[in-house]
T-cell receptor, first 109, second 112 residues
Framework: GQSLEQPSEVTAVEGAIVQINCTYQ??????LSWYQQHDGGAPTFLSY????GLEETGRFSSFLSRSDSYGYLLLQELQMKDSASYFC??????????FGQGTELSVKP | ETGVTQSPTHLIKTRGQQVTLRCSSQ?????VSWYQQALGQGPQFIFQ???????GRGNFPPRFSGLQFPNYSSELNVNALELDDSALYLC???????????FGQGTRLTVV
């Protein structure tokens, strides 16, 4: 089967750093993506890891370990606008995305 | 703004009816995928179209069908609606080998 596990909720304060973990079990793995979704709107792409290691894009970084079937999204210098749902998604054959259940991040003042 | 537009934004249908949802892909994108997102859940892959041909399907029954047109716009059709079909339906466009998919705002379907 195919499954992804990520925490359902995370709470942090403004200015802090938060890490959202994702473990996966899928066939046909091509890479791990992260998407942000505000209040049921359009998911927006944050990052993608095809190879092991860390990818950094501004305040957001993403890490992948293929041998451990594990990745994480690191958000630094948290802002109130970062409050949203974050989804890890395995990119499978043909580019289809298999999403996790999502992590709701609440940023408090 | 991703350039992917979906219509309608909201829709209410009765159980047993049929519905057609539409998606206009971002310019230049040849691949469109449809996802169903129930409240509080992650998007679930329905199917993907590449150059007007179905190119992968998730675990959805045949009453979920689709089309992709020569201009790469797309439709999702659902027959014999069930209450559990109530969800946000998302369309995503991309290039076939691209790592980033661009999502529309979705159509919120309510089946009563």
């Amino acid at each position: 089967g195919q499954s992804l596990e990520q925490p359902s909720e995370v709470t942090a304060v403004e200015g802090a750093i938060v890490q959202i973990n994702c473990t996966y079990q899928t066939s046909g793995f091509y890479g791990l993506s992260w998407y942000q979704q505000h209040d049921g709107g359009a998911p927006t792409f944050l990052s993608y890891n095809a190879l092991d290691g860390l990818e950094e894009t501004g305040r957001f970084s993403s890490f992948l370990s293929r041998s451990d079937s594990y990745g994480y999204l690191l958000l630094q210098e948290l802002q109130m606008k970062d409050s949203a749902s974050y989804f890890c998604a395995v990119r499978a054959l043909g580019g289809k995305l298999i999403f996790g259940q999502g992590t709701e991040l609440s940023v408090k003042p | 703004e991703t350039g992917v537009t979906q219509s309608p934004t909201h829709l209410i249908k009765t159980r047993g009816q049929q519905v057609t949802l539409r998606c206009s892909s971002q310019s230049g994108h040849n691949t469109v995928s449809w996802y169903q997102q129930a409240l509080g859940q992650g998007p679930q892959f329905i199917f993907q179209y590449y150059r007007e041909e179905e190119n992968g399907r998730g675990n959805f029954p045949p009453r979920f069908s689709g089309l992709q047109f020569p201009n790469y716009s797309s439709e999702l059709n659902v027959n014999a609606l069930e209450l559990d079909d109530s969800a946000l339906y998302l369309c995503a466009s991309s290039l076939m080998e691209a790592t980033e998919a661009f999502f529309g705002q979705g159509t919120r379907l309510t089946v009563v």
